[in-house]
C-alpha cells in the first residue's frame, strides 16, 4: 500500500492543479473513491482529474443521472455520485460492478461508502476535509 500523503488547497484551482498532476500518476483500470462532505472539492478534484487525462468534456456533477461516462479514442473515465443511492442493490441494478472491473477506464466515485464492502483491487481513496471557508485538505489513502 502506498504511503499516505496530504495537500493543502487554498482555492478551486489549487485544487483543480492537483487532480490534474495527480492524474498522471494513475494507471488505467484504477478506481477512486472519493469522500467529503457536500461542497468539499469532490467535483473541483474530478474536473482537473480528467484534465489531467487529456479529456477534453467539460465534467459535470453526475448526482442526478449518477452516472457520467466520458471517452476518447481507446481510454474512459466513469464519474459516479451515488449520494442518491439507497442500496447496494441499487448499484448493482445499474450495472454498477461491470464499471469496477475494466481495465480500459479509470473509475472515479463520489459519496463511495455504499460500496466500500465491494473487493476493489486497485482502489485510493481520498478524503476531502473543509479547513476554512476557502481551504480544503485532501488527504491520499
Same mark, same amino acid.
Given at each position: 500500500?502506498?504511503?499516505?500523503?496530504?495537500?493543502?488547497?487554498?482555492?478551486?484551482?489549487?485544487?483543480?492543479?492537483?487532480?490534474?498532476?495527480?492524474?498522471?500518476?494513475?494507471?488505467?483500470?484504477?478506481?477512486?473513491?472519493?469522500?467529503?462532505?457536500?461542497?468539499?472539492?469532490?467535483?473541483?478534484?474530478?474536473? $482537473?482529474?480528467?484534465?489531467? &487525462?487529456?479529456?477534453?468534456?467539460? !465534467?459535470?456533477?453526475?448526482?442526478? =443521472?449518477? +452516472?457520467? @461516462?466520458?471517452?476518447?479514442?481507446?481510454?474512459?473515465?466513469?464519474?459516479?455520485?451515488?449520494?442518491?443511492?439507497?442500496?447496494?442493490?441499487?448499484?448493482?441494478?445499474? $450495472?454498477?460492478?461491470?464499471? &469496477?472491473?475494466?481495465?480500459?477506464? !479509470?473509475?472515479?466515485?463520489?459519496? =463511495?461508502? +455504499?460500496? @466500500?464492502?465491494?473487493?476493489?483491487?486497485?482502489?485510493?481513496?481520498?478524503?476531502?476535509?473543509?479547513?476554512?471557508?476557502?481551504?480544503?485538505?485532501?488527504?491520499?489513502?
Amino acid at each position: 500500500m502506498q504511503p499516505t500523503k496530504s495537500f493543502r488547497s487554498s482555492s478551486s484551482e489549487e485544487t483543480f492543479n492537483f487532480a490534474k498532476k495527480f492524474a498522471q500518476s494513475i494507471d488505467y483500470g484504477s478506481i477512486i473513491l472519493l469522500k467529503g462532505d457536500l461542497g468539499s472539492g469532490k467535483t473541483t478534484f474530478s474536473k $482537473g482529474f480528467s484534465k489531467g &487525462l487529456g479529456f477534453d468534456d467539460v !465534467i459535470l456533477s453526475p448526482t442526478y =443521472p449518477i +452516472l457520467n @461516462e466520458y471517452n476518447s479514442k481507446d481510454k474512459s473515465l466513469y464519474h459516479f455520485d451515488l449520494y442518491r443511492l439507497k442500496s447496494m442493490g441499487e448499484f448493482l441494478e445499474i $450495472g454498477g460492478l461491470e464499471y &469496477l472491473n475494466t481495465h480500459k477506464a !479509470i473509475t472515479l466515485v463520489e459519496w =463511495p461508502e +455504499l460500496i @466500500e464492502n465491494i473487493d476493489m483491487v486497485n482502489k485510493i481513496e481520498i478524503e476531502f476535509e473543509h479547513i476554512s471557508e476557502n481551504e480544503r485538505s485532501i488527504t491520499v489513502l
